[in-house]
């Protein structure tokens, strides 16, 4: 989510929640289009595109998890390397668990998006409208910007927390052959949700929510700052004017590195938390909580542990929000001219 609200007049920009930072405070509109019904089609459309992207990202969050959860507290040498890189990871999967495999967990990395995007996108709209971030002279505080995206991120991140744990254990259900991590078994999402509820109740859909706390408030604070000052220095130097295609690719990508450098520790310790057994009393069989995953994690597999996956997480962070971002101005663009024929037409 940016810091930046754009008017438009005919075609759309790029979308609230991932428009570089700017010192100006504008409001996406539409032309003939109410605030109520705005922001209705603001929810929907950065729905439909952040899953859009998620489609064609989630086989990577797939091997990220699988990744992650490899030799999960042994250290380097004493545990067998069944995917040695992300390569060979995804060769793997497609072989062992089908070309379809690449898309485990895709219902609720879906859902999860549609909740983190409509929360986040609601969540900040309101603090851009009370003008709590706002300077006087109607720019928007950088660093207000920042601590606001991760807010509503974190946010957005736990409500959506139950579909986060469905996800992660459907990505990391695999044949025997290369299964790695607590296998859970689940035959499918629903039966996945219903289950943990049955058993551990609903708060049980909740467990681990703390970990990603962490986790989406650096991924969302990194992304906001990062991807804004790729963009910048991209047209500081002249390679690539602000607004185009190209700019947003080579931004997303670069800020996809210090994203996922960012973030990468937070994310294992989330996924190993979220993937992790239960006893009969209901508590992990392996970790109490975040810190006794650091320390354990730190103590059998050093720090390298806390970047099992790295390589994954960037490429799906990069790709992941170009495509939003793309997606979102095609969608815009095709419902503001519907828009503007419809109105044009009566």
């Given at each position: 989510?940016?810091?930046i609200q754009v008017q438009t007049r005919g075609r759309a920009g790029p979308a609230p929640w991932i428009k570089s930072l700017s010192p100006k405070s504008?409001?996406?509109?539409?032309?003939?289009?109410?605030?109520?019904?705005?922001?209705?089609?603001?929810?929907?459309?950065?729905?439909?595109?952040?899953?859009?992207?998620?489609?064609?990202?989630?086989?990577?969050?797939?091997?990220?998890?699988?990744?992650?959860?490899?030799?999960?507290?042994?250290?380097?040498?004493?545990?067998?390397?069944?995917?040695?890189?992300?390569?060979?990871?995804?060769?793997?999967?497609?072989?062992?668990?089908?070309?379809?495999?690449?898309?485990?967990?895709?219902?609720?990395?879906?859902?999860?998006?549609?909740?983190?995007?409509?929360?986040?996108?609601?969540?900040?709209?309101?603090?851009?409208?009370?003008?709590?971030?706002?300077?006087?002279?109607?720019?928007?505080?950088?660093?207000?910007?920042?601590?606001?995206?991760?807010?509503?991120?974190?946010?957005?991140?736990?409500?959506?927390?139950?579909?986060?744990?469905?996800?992660?254990?459907?990505?990391?259900?695999?044949?025997?052959?290369?299964?790695?991590?607590?296998?859970?078994?689940?035959?499918?999402?629903?039966?996945?949700?219903?289950?943990?509820?049955?058993?551990?109740?609903?708060?049980?859909?909740?467990?681990?929510?703390?970990?990603?706390?962490?986790?989406?408030?650096?991924?969302?604070?990194?992304?906001?700052?990062?991807?804004?000052?790729?963009?910048?220095?991209?047209e500081q130097y002249g390679f690539y004017a602000r607004d185009s295609w190209q700019s947003t690719f080579f931004g997303a990508m670069a800020s996809g590195?210090?994203?996922?450098?960012?973030?990468?520790?937070?994310?294992?310790?989330?996924?190993?938390?979220?993937?992790?057994?239960?006893?009969?009393?209901?508590?992990?069989?392996?970790?109490?909580?975040?810190?006794?995953?650091?320390?354990?994690?730190?103590?059998?597999?050093?720090?390298?542990?806390?970047?099992?996956?790295?390589?994954?997480?960037?490429?799906?962070?990069?790709?992941?929000?170009?495509?939003?971002?793309?997606?979102?101005?095609?969608?815009?663009?095709?419902?503001?001219?519907?828009?503007?024929?419809?109105?044009?037409?009566?």
């Amino acid at each position: 989510m940016g810091c930046i609200q754009v008017q438009t007049r005919g075609r759309a920009g790029p979308a609230p929640w991932i428009k570089s930072l700017s010192p100006k405070s504008l409001r996406v509109n539409s032309p003939h289009t109410g605030t109520s019904n705005r922001c209705i089609m603001e929810f929907a459309i950065g729905a439909v595109a952040a899953c859009g992207a998620c489609f064609f990202s989630n086989p990577m969050d797939v091997l990220k998890t699988r990744m992650q959860l490899q030799g999960e507290l042994k250290a380097r040498g004493h545990y067998t390397l069944i995917y040695k890189n992300i390569i060979h990871a995804g060769i793997a999967v497609a072989k062992n668990d089908g070309i379809l495999g690449l898309q485990k967990g895709l219902v609720p990395a879906l859902g999860y998006q549609v909740v983190m995007n409509g929360i986040r996108f609601g969540l900040y709209q309101k603090i851009l409208d009370s003008e709590i971030i706002t300077r006087a002279d109607g720019s928007v505080s950088t660093m207000g910007c920042i601590a606001a995206g991760a807010g509503v991120g974190v946010v957005g991140g736990f409500i959506g927390s139950p579909l986060y744990l469905v996800k992660t254990h459907l990505q990391s259900q695999a044949a025997e052959s290369i299964a790695v991590g607590h296998q859970h078994k689940h035959q499918g999402f629903m039966p996945a949700l219903w289950g943990i509820a049955k058993k551990e109740g609903i708060r049980g859909l909740w467990r681990g929510a703390v970990s990603s706390i962490p986790r989406v408030g650096v991924g969302s604070a990194s992304q906001l700052f990062t991807y804004s000052k790729s963009k910048d220095w991209l047209e500081q130097y002249g390679f690539y004017a602000r607004d185009s295609w190209q700019s947003t690719f080579f931004g997303a990508m670069a800020s996809g590195l210090v994203i996922a450098s960012c973030m990468s520790p937070f994310d294992v310790i989330a996924t190993r938390i979220y993937n992790q057994g239960l006893d009969t009393q209901g508590r992990g069989l392996l970790y109490k909580g975040i810190t006794d995953c650091i320390l354990k994690t730190l103590k059998t597999e050093g720090v390298w542990g806390f970047y099992k996956g790295w390589t994954a997480i960037y490429l799906r962070i990069g790709p992941h929000s170009f495509l939003n971002l793309i997606f979102w101005d095609l969608l815009q663009s095709l419902y503001i001219n519907y828009k503007t024929k419809s109105h044009t037409g009566r």
